[in-house]
């Protein structure tokens, strides 16, 4: 196919020509950029959290009353807990992955008050079902025992002689793997032994760059206000959601269990954390597909109008002897033409738009990958588009060539 | 009624000037009926197209009903083309979204005419040109004859004072453009001025007089013996 | 002549039926993706509180100092030392602390369950500060925060949870197993964005149902039910924690005049380089003293997300613009003998704008309908894509709907210009000539 008469051609028609690249260029860079931002969301809403997220039941509860000593209630609920059927384990915290609040603090290896030394580490209460209730998996040393479990205030610092650590803390704190067994401090002048190393185990937020850094502390809170995680034996969790909240009632009804959040499976806390994200990646894909329908139908559009326009020279070219292929082949390529200068101009806006919402809403920079998708999109979208009206082209008559306009 | 002095249009590219018209001059006096011809490629219808302000031109003179045109505005050749023109084109330039009434009324409506009177002059227009009956039908609904007489039904409703006519039977055969024809020549007989281009010298006997053009000049026939001419061709045509 | 073009431009866009139903499809989803989207931005970006906004301040003042801090701006809240030195002083027309608490209350029929609700603890000042309407009985008084008294202002839906809506006031509400008095009850009150409570709501939240005094909160030991934040290890112990450097509370001020304000402004300057003579601060005065807009602009209450939705929108509503001029143009450049018969007839280019511009104009009308349409029900799902707590607050109102109607016509019309331009510039000897 020869491309300088094409181009040629398409300088009489500079308006409609820049239209279409116009077109195929602000799409690309929305398309690019929205994909991207799918993409992004998409990873953070399957991100894992190290937990063995089936059969596991939620409850948010608040103590009522008067009272200020709740921990004698806190372990009375979780014994009631512990034996209801269908309950595997069962223990009482502060925070647990997606719950999007919790405690974390800055350890370190020393006991001074040395700046940028220090790891962030979210803080998880609990005791010696917590792992099992988690489900994850203990990759060094060993486990709470009961006896190590304590009580603490209300304004008390949580650091208790023993912890638990994910891999990334430990490895963070002694980067030559011999974290085991070693002295951190969470708090001035309170030692606390790595007894236990996990593999994975994730803070309760979604937007820190601390993601894997995660402490367990064997504690109970006197406070008003805490979570019952539970894990249930396979194909009890209905069960067990379904009827945990009258367990609770039946040992006292001094309590609050929030309407949406008091109880919830893991599924929903899951669904919950995330629906930012996911809502931004449904309306961010609706945008794209629509986008590219509508510049598809344009480029249909023009390119009728363009062959409507066309028909006694396509006749001419028949009568001079064209092949159908040929025109076919002349009206794919004009597009491709176009359709090349649109994805170039597109490309350009796409890193421009990525860079300004990567200083404006710190956004992530827009991948590589998704330039050279968005490319391969949209070319073989205009490829598609002009097709029907390039075969509308391809059946012109010799004949046309005889009739006047 | 049409007077062009020394009047030039030249086409400028970017390589070579062209003269459609040098030095033309042509004076249409009010109530005649003269025919324009002229090889093809001669000037004759740029002539047409610049008497109709369809053009401008780039020299000379050119006076229509007692006006100066050369230094007038878009808007006001335009006012002068919908009140004082009638144009009868070659390929009749109907418009075919609009049937035969709308058709006519388009240069009324320019003209912010009222409705009623609109109605009173376009069926008046179709009932001269025999088309009374037709004014719902659209123009594909039509054959070329009965096209171009609402095209000239369209010229008429507007009473223009000038009728411009463009190889007005090119399009036709001999039966449609002997009663096209007759038409023009009745409307001439009522006292309009006209002015038709043809290359065709025997429509051309038609007229009252004949200019003809050569390379963008008007080249004097007079002595040429028209109506002599006029009688022979009948005899044998 | 406007019935005339407008008969004219209808029937062109009955002549092709799929090329019209594109661009009304088009211009449809472009305005109301945009409209949507807007909806979202205009909810978390609006005044919460238009009638004083510039009237009422935020104050902070940096207790953590450049170590601690990002970019010089002192932390969000103010500790209790600040926050109840700056209130003694009262430097301010009005002002008061704020903290949010979570309680529970008890009914007092033992066969239902007690109720969580959220509640502030503030100062007398907050209601008349901050025009809160009340339907029954009003604020407590100054006198009673100086007493540490224990009443309460509860909400109409507390209200009716508690007393079926009757009557109130002087009446018993038992919070956490301690009474207090009702001596008001106020509309659902909850401006959004919440402004003066933005670090621990970002901006969009439910309204408390329960208020009570400050002093009397701390006195209870009321835990703060918002965020804490402690530059070191505060120890242990209330009375510790509240002498110490953590931050908790808010301090709203009313400072009626520019002049005013300027005078606040220097008085907390002052009382930072106080601090620092006192070898407490160990960093020169670093105070803001910042107006409802600017304190909701700072703290960044509109989210990311209705932000980039928002311009993405407007970007899909520039493609639909382009995708319709091209297809305008088409339409128009098909119909170039008709212009031409039409100027040769005597229509000047005004004519030509003015049927052309109708003519799009009755696609943004057509384009504005499926775009109410489609806003409506984009509406509808904002839910889908944005938080509960934000999605309510989108909503078509009349403003919106002019709105959408209005975005719909000019950028049809908008997108007319050029290819009406282009049909201007045919030639009235265009088909003479072509023959």
Redesign the interface.
């Known amino acids: 196919m020869q491309i300088r008469p094409i181009l040629a051609a398409l300088r009489r028609h500079k308006?409609?020509t820049i239209?279409?690249a116009?077109?195929i260029a602000?799409?690309l860079?929305?398309v690019c950029?929205?994909l991207f931002?799918v993409h992004d969301r998409i990873d953070r809403v399957n991100r894992l959290t190290g937990m063995d997220e089936r059969n596991v039941v939620t409850v948010q509860n608040?103590y009522?009353?008067?009272?200020t000593q709740f921990i004698p209630q806190m372990k009375t609920d979780v014994q009631a807990i512990r034996s209801m059927p269908g309950v595997e384990s069962a223990y009482v915290t502060n925070a647990f992955p997606l719950r999007r609040g919790g405690w974390s603090t800055s350890v370190q290896r020393t006991d001074q008050?040395r700046?940028g030394e220090g790891v962030q580490s979210a803080l998880y209460f609990g005791d010696e079902q917590t792992l099992k209730t988690l489900g994850v998996r203990l990759i060094a040393g060993r486990n709470f025992t009961p006896a190590e479990v304590r009580s603490f205030?209300?304004?008390?610092?949580p650091a208790p002689a023993q912890v638990i650590v994910t891999k990334a803390v430990a490895d963070k704190l002694f980067p030559d793997g011999d974290a085991l067994g070693k002295v951190v401090y969470y708090?001035?002048g309170k030692p606390s032994t790595i007894i236990g190393i996990v593999d994975k185990l994730t803070v309760p937020w979604i937007d820190v760059d601390f993601m894997d850094n995660v402490t367990i502390m064997p504690l109970l809170h006197n406070s008003?206000?805490q979570f019952f995680v539970v894990r249930t034996k396979p194909g009890q969790q209905d069960a067990v959601f379904k009827s945990i909240a009258n367990t609770l009632?039946g040992t006292s009804?001094?309590?609050?269990l929030?309407d949406k959040t008091g109880v919830r499976t893991f599924e929903m806390v899951r669904s919950k954390a995330y629906?930012?994200d996911r809502?931004?990646a449904?309306?961010?894909t609706i945008?794209s597909g629509?986008?590219l329908l509508?510049?598809a139908?344009?480029i249909v559009?023009?390119s009728?109008?363009?062959v409507?326009?066309r028909r006694k020279q396509i006749g001419v070219r028949r009568a001079l002897g064209a092949k159908r292929s040929d025109i076919l082949s002349y009206f794919l390529t004009e597009n491709f033409l176009i359709a090349l200068g649109g994805v170039v101009l597109g490309v350009i806006l796409a890193v421009g738009?990525s860079q300004w919402?990567f200083t404006?809403?710190?956004?992530k920079r827009l991948s590589l990958t998704y330039v050279a998708a968005g490319v391969a999109i949209l070319l073989s979208l205009g490829q598609l588009a002009v097709l029907a009206p390039a075969m509308k082209a391809s059946r012109v008559s010799p004949v046309e060539a005889t009739r006047?306009? | 009624m049409l007077k062009m002095n020394h009047l030039a249009k030249v086409y400028r590219t970017e390589v070579v000037e062209t003269y459609a018209l040098r030095d033309f001059n042509i004076d249409v006096k009010e109530g005649e009926f003269v025919a324009v011809t002229g090889p093809s490629g001669s000037g004759k219808t740029t002539f047409l197209t610049i008497a109709g302000l369809l053009e401008t031109f780039t020299g000379g003179e050119y006076h229509l009903d007692g006006v100066e045109v050369s230094n007038l505005n878009d808007n006001a050749r335009s006012k002068i083309r919908n009140e004082k023109i009638g144009f009868i084109f070659q390929a009749f330039n109907l418009i075919p979204d609009l049937n035969v009434f709308d058709n006519c009324e388009v240069p009324l409506r320019y003209r912010g005419m009222k409705a009623a009177e609109r109605k009173q002059r376009i069926m008046d227009a179709l009932e001269r040109v025999g088309l009374a009956s037709r004014a719902k039908h659209y123009p594909a609904e039509l054959s070329g004859g009965q096209q171009q007489r609402v095209a000239i039904a369209r010229a008429l409703a507007g009473s223009p004072r000038l009728l411009l006519a463009d190889e007005p039977t090119g399009n036709l055969d001999t039966q449609m453009a002997r009663g096209v024809m007759e038409l023009l020549e009745e409307i001439h007989r009522e006292g309009a001025t006209i002015v038709m281009v043809t290359h065709d010298p025997e429509l051309a006997t038609r007229a009252q007089r004949n200019v003809h053009v050569i390379d963008g000049q008007v080249v004097d026939l007079a002595e040429e013996p028209r109506f002599h001419a006029h009688a022979h061709t009948l005899h044998h045509g | 002549m406007f019935s005339y073009y407008l008969q004219l431009g209808l029937r062109s866009l009955r002549r092709n039926p799929v090329l019209t139903g594109l661009m009304v499809v088009a211009i449809g989803f472009g305005v109301a993706a945009s409209m949507t989207t807007y909806s979202v931005f205009r909810a978390t970006s609006r005044n919460p509180i238009p009638q004083k906004s510039d009237v009422l301040y935020n104050v902070q003042v940096d207790n953590f100092g450049p170590d601690n801090t990002e970019k010089g701006e002192p932390p969000p809240a103010l500790s209790y030392l600040d926050a109840t030195a700056l209130q003694r002083a009262h430097k301010a027309k009005r002002q008061a602390i704020t903290y949010p608490i979570g309680i529970s209350i008890i009914p007092e029929d033992p066969s239902h369950l007690p109720m969580q609700e959220g509640g502030y603890a503030t100062g007398a000042d907050f209601f008349p500060m901050f025009d809160v309407p009340f339907v029954q009985g009003g604020p407590w008084t100054a006198d009673d925060d100086e007493k540490h008294a224990s009443v309460a202002v509860i909400s109409t839906s507390l209200n009716n949870k508690l007393f079926d809506g009757g009557q109130s006031v002087g009446k018993q509400v038992n919070v956490d197993g301690r009474l207090f008095r009702i001596v008001g009850v106020i509309e659902d009150w909850a401006p959004q964005p919440l402004f003066f409570d933005v670090p621990n709501t970002g901006g969009f939240d439910e309204g408390a149902s329960l208020y009570v005094p400050f002093n009397r909160a701390v006195d209870l030991k009321m835990p703060n039910n918002g965020n804490n934040n402690c530059p070191k290890d505060p120890g242990e112990g209330w009375d510790t924690y509240l002498h110490s450097e953590c931050i908790w509370l808010s301090l709203w001020t009313e400072i009626p005049t520019a002049a005013d304000a300027r005078a606040y402004r220097e008085y907390l300057t002052g009382y930072a380089a106080e601090q620092q003579r006192s070898g407490r601060f160990a960093w020169a005065p670093n105070v803001r003293l910042r107006d409802v807009m600017d304190w909701l602009t700072v703290q960044k209450v509109v989210p990311p997300e209705s932000t980039v939705s928002l311009i993405v929108s407007l970007g899909f509503l520039v493609i639909c613009l382009v995708n319709t001029i091209g297809l305008l143009l088409a339409k128009f450049m098909r119909r170039a003998p008709e212009i031409g018969v039409r100027r040769a007839l005597g229509a000047s280019r005004k004519d030509i704008y003015a049927q052309f511009l109708i003519e799009a104009g009755t696609i943004g009308v057509a384009g504005g309908l499926l775009g109410l349409l489609l806003t409506g029900l984009g509406i509808l799902g904002v839910g889908l894509v944005f938080p509960e707590r934000i999605a309510r607050l989108a909503t078509v109102d009349p403003m919106l709907v002019l709105m959408t109607l209005v975005v719909a016509i000019v950028a049809s019309v908008v997108a007319a210009f050029y290819p009406t331009w282009r049909a201007s510039l045919v030639q009235p000897a265009w088909q003479l000539k072509s023959n």
């Open positions: 308006a409609g239209l279409i116009l077109q602000l799409t860079a929305i950029n929205a931002i608040r009522v009353g008067s009272t008050d700046k205030e209300l304004q008390e610092s708090y001035k008003t206000y009632y009804r001094m309590r609050v929030p629906e930012a809502g931004m449904i309306l961010m945008v629509v986008l509508i510049t139908a344009g559009g023009l009728s109008f363009w409507g326009q738009m919402m404006h809403f710190e956004m006047s306009v």
